[in-house]
C-alpha cells in the first residue's frame, strides 16, 4: 500500500503568508482611518448639531414589565425643558399621583421636589443609578441628564465603521459613574446616536435605541425612545411629541430654591 505523504511548506513560505496577512490588515485599517473622522470629532459633530441655547418639548414615557411585553404597565406624561449644555427641568404631569414632580439638573447637581411632601431632595453621586423621579422606568438620573457627551464622557476610540454608522467607544469622566464605558452608534451622515450600549466592567447592562428621527428647524430628532434594561429584563419607552427651540425660558425654572414653585 502507498502511503500518502504530505510536505510541509518551507519556512519562506509559512512567512509570506503571515506578512500577506498583516499587510492586508493595516490596509484595512488604512482605510477605515482615511474614510473616517477622528472619534473626538464625531462626537463633536453630534454635540453641535443637539445643542440649541434653549428648548422645551412634550413627552410620553411608558414602562414595559419585560422586554419582549406588547402592553405597557404604566404610562407617564411630562414635559421637559433645557437651557445650554447644563441645565435642564423635566415636569411630571399625569398621572395624578406623580403631577408636580420635579427633576432639576443644574451645573450637574440634581435635585428632585415631590409635591406629596413639599421637599427638595439633593440626589449624590450613590443615587444618579436610580430611575428618575423614582417612577420605575429604566431611564436613570445619569441617563436622562447630562451636559453633552464631549463633557461627559472622553477618551473617544472609534471601534468600528459598521453601514451607515460609526461605533465610537467613550469613557465617563465622572469617577463615580455607574458605568464603565458607553459604545455610542453614531449616524455617519446625520451625526445622530442611532443606538448606545452601557456596560458596567464588561458586561452590557442598557441598550438605548432611537427611532422615528426627525428634522426640525434644522436639527435631527430622534422623536422615540427606547431603553432596554438587560439586567431586570424590562423596557421604558419615550415619544417626543413636540419640540420647541430657542424659546424664552424663565430664570426661575432653574433656580435651585423656586424651581418647584
Given amino acids: ?38 472619534a473626538a470629532d464625531i462626537m463633536a459633530r ?17 414602562i414595559y414589565r419585560s422586554l419582549d411585553a406588547s402592553n405597557h404597565d404604566r404610562e407617564i406624561r411630562l414635559l421637559s425643558y433645557a437651557r445650554g449644555t447644563t441645565d ?67 477618551r473617544f476610540e472609534l471601534q468600528e465603521t459598521r453601514g451607515d454608522r460609526w461605533l465610537v467607544v467613550g469613557l465617563p469622566t465622572n469617577p463615580d459613574s455607574q458605568y464603565s464605558r458607553l459604545v455610542f452608534h453614531i449616524d455617519r451622515e446625520r451625526y445622530v446616536p442611532l443606538q448606545i450600549d452601557y456596560f458596567e466592567g464588561d458586561a452590557q447592562v442598557k441598550r438605548l435605541e432611537a427611532a422615528d428621527i426627525q428634522r426640525t428647524s434644522g436639527r435631527y430628532v430622534a422623536t422615540r425612545l427606547t431603553m432596554f434594561n438587560l439586567k431586570e429584563d424590562s423596557r421604558t419607552e419615550i415619544r417626543l411629541h413636540d419640540v420647541e427651540w430657542d424659546v424664552p425660558l424663565s430664570e426661575d425654572m432653574f433656580h435651585p430654591n423656586r424651581f418647584h414653585r
Fill in 1 to 38: 500500500m502507498n502511503k500518502t505523504t504530505q510536505t510541509r511548506p518551507e519556512p519562506a513560505v509559512k512567512w509570506s503568508r503571515v506578512l500577506i496577512g498583516i499587510t492586508l490588515f493595516l490596509a484595512a485599517t488604512l482605510c477605515v482611518a482615511a474614510d473616517a473622522p477622528a
Fill in 46 to 62: 453630534v454635540d453641535e448639531q443637539r445643542g440649541p441655547e434653549t428648548a422645551r418639548s412634550r413627552m410620553t414615557m411608558r
Fill in 88 to 154: 435642564s427641568l423635566i415636569e411630571f404631569v399625569a398621572p395624578r399621583s406623580i403631577a408636580g414632580l420635579r427633576v432639576l439638573e443644574l451645573d450637574g447637581a440634581v435635585r428632585v421636589f415631590f409635591p406629596s411632601t413639599g421637599r427638595v431632595r439633593n440626589i449624590g453621586a450613590s443615587g444618579r443609578s436610580g430611575s428618575v423621579g423614582g417612577v420605575g422606568g429604566d431611564f436613570s438620573y445619569e441617563d436622562m441628564g447630562g451636559s453633552g457627551f464631549t463633557q461627559d464622557y472622553h
